[in-house]
């Protein structure tokens, strides 16, 4: 599927869902939404597989007072899978080394740094009926 094909599809599909929500269903195995960002945790993409937490908190700790630091690794590897999180005391930190990180480079690579979302597990999804939006699975 190429990118055309997406954007038609999100169009129609965002299209459909404004002028007929009732054929949409909301599934949900939870009761409540899903979490807004943390304030205080970022998530770091784009990480170098030589980083290890040690270096990844010396990058951040210039910033402010870094609570914890995850690299999150291939459990049948045990190599990086590239991402971790990084957690500060204090939401103003945070926003600080978001704005200052992002796009820097670390150990040759630049990361992408945002805002973490809480996992939630079970939390609302939203699953159209591709029939009744007139789209065939040929497109």
């Given at each position: 599927m190429n990118n055309s094909t997406l954007v038609f599809l999100g169009r129609k599909i965002l299209a459909n869902f404004h002028s007929q929500p009732s054929k949409w269903r909301l599934y949900s195995s939870a009761a409540s939404a899903p979490s807004p960002?943390?304030?205080n945790k970022l998530f770091v993409g784009g990480l170098s597989w030589s980083v290890d937490e040690k270096?990844?908190?010396d990058a951040f700790?210039?910033?402010g007072e870094?609570?914890?630091?995850r690299i999150v690794y291939d459990k049948d590897s045990g190599r990086s899978r590239g991402f971790g999180f990084v957690i500060f005391s204090n939401e103003d930190d945070a926003k600080y080394a978001k704005d200052a990180m992002d796009g820097k480079a670390l150990l040759g690579r630049p990361l992408r740094i945002n805002f973490a979302f809480e996992k939630v597990r079970g939390g609302p999804v939203v699953v159209p009926r591709l029939s009744n939006l007139g789209?065939?699975?040929s497109h």
């Open positions: 960002p943390s304030n270096s990844l908190k700790s210039s910033f870094v609570d914890e630091v789209i065939s699975s």
